[in-house]
């Protein structure tokens, strides 16, 4: 082969690798697990159940995605147990909703309309998250799984699982502010958990980064 017949050769090579993860990133199931899965280390089951699937679909997608090395597994027993392969898979994630957000309009819509159904729901940057933290009488409350909260969390922050908010809030003080955060600025749990502090008569805030967000940002 000449010079450009080489470099052809190998930049097709180069392409059809790239592509691999194209395809694997094609369906809205493996992107909802790496989605979980960004929030800490999980089984096979823990994954049906949160994302509604059945076990044999997840292990099927999940095949996909370690054939694609974008995750990895551990045993525990008689447990499989899912983590992203590396800290770059999420940041790549990242940057595939940052890229989705701005290019296509139904996106944005989508938050815009959760926000809508929750009017009384006003978001705090976390920058003033941070300095009223620092100032005392402020609770930011992590309301995903717990097993999600251990694997990592922000600094200051209390696990109240959502099937505990209501107990949590019985031993609130009054006068307590709170901000609360899930899984990012498109999931819906962290704007409902809002609106549950609220109707029990606390002020309240949602926040719109999730754990990812918040140590890339």
Known sequence: MDNKQIA????????????????CLSSERRLEILNLLSN?????????HQSGMSVANVSRHLQILLDANLVRFTKKGTYVIYCLA????????????????????DVPRIKQDILNN????????KEEVLQRMN?????????????????????????????????????????TEMATYCRGPYCVFTT???????????????????IVEWRLG
Not at 40 to 48: C, H, R, T, Y
Not at 118 to 125: E, G, L, R
Not at 142 to 162: F, L, Q, T
């Open 118 to 125: 929750y009017q009384t729901v006003q978001t705090i940057s």
């Open 192 to 210: 409902q958990a809002v609106e549950k502090i609220q109707q029990k008569g606390f002020k309240a805030y949602r926040i719109d980064e999730g």
């Open 8 to 23: 052809d050769h190998y930049k097709e090579q180069l392409f059809l690798q790239y592509a691999r993860i194209g395809k």
């Open 40 to 48: 800490g280390p999980k089984a096979v089951e823990a994954l049906a």
């Open 135 to 175: 100032n005392g009488n402020f609770l930011v409350l992590d309301v995903r799984p717990k097993d999600e909260y251990e694997a990592d969390h922000v600094e200051g922050s209390i696990s109240v699982p959502m099937e505990e908010l209501d107990e949590y809030l019985e031993t609130v003080p009054e006068n």
């Open 86 to 105: 590396n800290p770059q898979v999420a940041e790549f994630l990242q940057s595939l909703w940052k890229v989705s957000e701005n290019q296509l309009p």
